[in-house]
């Protein structure tokens, strides 16, 4: 058994390499999508901007909800690996349509049905592959293995690996000024998908196994037994048996208040169809998994840890992903992007912060490997903590920059390349450790399910990303949220700042709680 911890499991990199195509494939796709609505698709209507703002937050909004749908199929019949198979495969002819749309750009209707096709063929393949994935880093290893961390570093490496490659290649060939030649980022990008699914095919009987050579994921993970379920009969029930103990009644009931509460959301919140979706599904899902009667009371506990820093993971991805949208468009207009004469295209610089990742996941791995062999590790929640505080700084650093900006001035690009560069710092502390986390507190028959809640929170955070993106300040108007008037840059990029920074210090005092509900865990 030591030999064998002496190093990370061969299917670790195979799951590197299928994450870095799917991640290739998304972000290929997603560092031309706001580009090309404005640009090409929405680019005679009177608010481009607003309009890609809204699409962009509701589909990656989307893309990060459907995991729960994926995660409970998985669990319950399929198991991880044809969940994998069938989202990639569904995720491959999305990006296709893509590419049908981009070619009729010029008839618009023709265009928006296919574009809108493949957004949902993005969704729901994304449902199925992304939480999956996920679950079996984590069962590559034993349960309390300490390399977990450091595992899902590495793998998070492959992730941003391919968000390196992405944007450049696919914004060399689809974004050249030319509205033409956006069809070939997402050709390019729905090539990608199918190189990412025939590697995971040919290989994964021979990589994918637990460290006593089992096979993993190939049964629902609802039909596996363990030890503690042999063990402590009174508390832990066998799964399969999970949701036998919820009548049609309760269905029902969960049903119709999933309903309701999107229903007060849409008519009295103000919230658009998708968002009223999102966010009420963000309420009844986890309370309905919650409320589960098979649930030992540590379960339950260490389930709450999961909704309690997820709740705060929310306020960092709708402040980060900005990147995708508000801080695309300031790279577009107000970032000069020449380079000794030559000028870069925007998408580049949805490269910044993967290139990034790509550098420093190694050293913050052997960070975490260091400081846990000396027990000096920080917990989880305190990683976290640690990640909202840079994305503040980062804000901080560019609302800075932009202060009493003429509309007119362009920037130096050190600006926003000095804000990737803490984000990613602040991503490193938060989201990977995030992924270790659901895995080691989740009970093993909610183990995709409760990946798909973490990526829930995503899902939120998207939505609510597109919704602050279009607070972005342009032609001199002022616009408010919440009572603050935001009139420029400095007053837009100092409300992440504060947002962040807020939810960092409250997580920060809370971390000593949520250690001991993580009790056994850490």
Known sequence: ?????????????????????????????????????????????????????????????????????????????????????????????????????????NTVEIAQYLMFCGLGLLILGNGFFKPNISTMVGDLYEPQDKRKDAAFTIFYMGINVGAAIAPLWCGFIGDTGNPADFKWGFL??????????????????????????????????????????????AETIVRGETQKSRSLFEYAGWIAGEISLASILYFM?????????IFSFCIILPAFIITDRSLSAQERTRIWVIYIIAFFVIFFWSAFEQAGVSLTFFADKQTDRTLLGWEMPTSYFQSFNAIFIVVLAPVFALLWDFLGKKNLEPASPVKQ?????????????????????????????????????????????????????????????????LMGVWFMSTAAANKFAGTLSTYYPENGITKSFMGIEIANLFDFFMLFVVMAGVASVILFLLSSTLKKMMAGVE
């Open 385 to 449: 903590s640690m990640g909202l505080m840079f994305l503040a700084l980062g804000y901080l650093v560019i609302a800075f920059g932009v202060k009493d900006l003429n509309p007119e001035t362009k920037v130096s690009i050190l600006w926003l390349t000095g804000l990737y560069l803490l984000h990613t710092m602040g991503e490193l502390c938060l989201s990977p450790i995030g992924l270790s986390m659901v895995n080691k507190l989740s009970p093993v028959r909610f183990a995709s399910l």
């Open 269 to 277: 919140g103000g919230l658009d169809f998708i968002g009223s979706m």
């Open 188 to 233: 390019s990008a729905g090539i990608g998908m199918l190189i990412s699914v025939t590697i995971f095919q040919l290989l994964k009987n021979k990589y994918l196994v637990t460290p006593d050579g089992r096979q993993i994921g190939t049964a629902p993970n609802s039909s596996v037994k363990t030890e503690e379920d042999l063990k402590t009969p």
């Open 1 to 105: 058994m030591e030999s064998a911890k002496k190093g990370h499991p061969k299917g670790l990199y195979l799951l590197f390499v299928t994450e870095m195509w799917e991640r290739f494939s998304y972000y290929g796709m997603r560092g031309l999508f706001v580009l090309f609505m404005v640009n090409a698709l929405f680019a005679g209507e009177a608010d481009p901007r607003g309009i890609a703002s809204n699409i962009f937050g509701s589909y990656t909004g989307l893309v990060y909800l459907t995991p729960l749908m994926g995660g409970y199929i998985a669990d319950k019949y399929w198991g991880n690996r044809r969940s994998i198979f069938w989202g990639g495969v569904l995720m491959a002819i999305g990006q296709f349509f893509m590419f049908a749309s981009a070619i009729y750009y």
